[in-house]
């Protein structure tokens, strides 16, 4: 796969996950009550479940590349809309911290259950996935070799993010308590995402 898609892939994903909202509070305030390691289970849990809506994408897009056309054209131009609507989101998004989704169990298993759950349970993350990657990747050819350096790719991405947050807990929850701070992550990343969306309709 060329480093061109893999580097917007990573770009997309980057401002996506990485914009500080609820689910990262709640991550931080975990950390910091709780300690460093009792948060890896329930993030090893989140990242098995992005690698599973990301392969279920790659399968179901490489599909209609390969059999209906008009119909994959119909979905990457839908992607690049949904992407634009992200942006959007992203600026208007309220800045309220509200609690996570995290038991206040400490069992490994409990906290790698609830990552699951909140992962899998929430379709937007295939949706992002559905819209992205028809816009920079050839779906038509796409092979084992292209899904595992996706793969790799958001793992890398996402962990960085994920343990970037945790490291810096004590700094981050001060800034997450902070509404005006919120607005400006938020609207950065919303006018990021309007970009990659416009770069990526371009190409």
């Known amino acids: 796969m060329e480093l061109t898609s893999l580097l917007i892939f990573a770009g997309a994903l980057l401002v996506a996950a990485g914009s500080p909202g609820p689910s990262i509070a709640a991550l931080v305030a975990r950390v910091i009550s709780k300690g460093?390691?009792?948060?890896?289970?329930?993030?090893a849990a989140m990242w098995i479940g992005e690698?599973?809506?990301l392969s279920m994408a790659v399968c179901g897009l490489a599909f209609v590349?390969?059999?209906?056309?008009l119909a994959f054209v119909v979905v990457k131009w839908a992607g690049v809309?949904?992407?634009?609507?992200l942006a959007w989101k992203m600026w208007f998004a309220p800045v309220?911290?509200?609690?996570?989704?995290?038991?206040?169990e400490d069992s490994p298993a409990r906290l790698f259950m609830a990552g699951m759950a909140v992962t899998l349970g929430n379709p937007k993350i295939m949706m992002f996935y559905l819209a992205l990657?028809?816009?920079i990747i050839d779906l038509e050819s796409v092979t084992a070799l292209g899904w595992a350096e996706l793969t790799l790719t958001m793992a890398a991405v996402?962990?960085?993010?994920d343990l970037t947050w945790v490291l810096a807990a004590s700094q981050a929850r001060r800034l997450l308590k902070s509404s005006r701070a919120m607005k400006i992550a938020n609207r950065v990343s919303a006018s990021t995402m309007a970009g990659a969306a416009a770069a990526i309709a371009a190409r």
């Open 36 to 43: 460093f390691r009792d948060v890896f289970p329930f993030l």
């Open 51 to 53: 690698a599973i809506w």
């Open 65 to 69: 590349a390969q059999s209906f056309h």
């Open 81 to 85: 809309a949904y992407l634009a609507y």
């Open 96 to 104: 309220e911290v509200r609690d996570g989704a995290m038991p206040r």
């Open 133 to 135: 990657l028809p816009t």
């Open 158 to 161: 996402l962990i960085a993010i």
